[in-house]
């Protein structure tokens, strides 16, 4: 499929056409993950359940990042 890209705000953005949302069971709202590989990018449904397992990592290891250095020695 063939998009154009387009002045969105002040940014630029691409529209999804409906068919390839459909395909991939995703909606108005779904989070995706965008990655730059091998020249080009690549959109895929993010996995929600890692995004919070992340969030919670990144949040443990700032409140015990004193510990953590402390047991890393």
Do not use: C, H, W
């Not at 730059?36 to 959109?43: A, D, M, V």
């Amino acid at each position: 499929m063939n998009v154009t890209i387009r002045k969105i705000g002040n940014s630029e953005g691409i529209i999804i056409p409906k068919e390839a949302l459909d395909r991939l069971g995703l909606k108005t709202g779904d989070s995706v993950e965008l990655q730059l590989e091998n020249g080009g990018i690549t959109l895929k449904p993010a996995d929600e359940d890692l995004s919070r397992q992340l969030e919670a990592a990144r949040y443990f290891m700032d409140k015990y990042k004193v510990a953590l250095k402390k047991l890393a020695e």
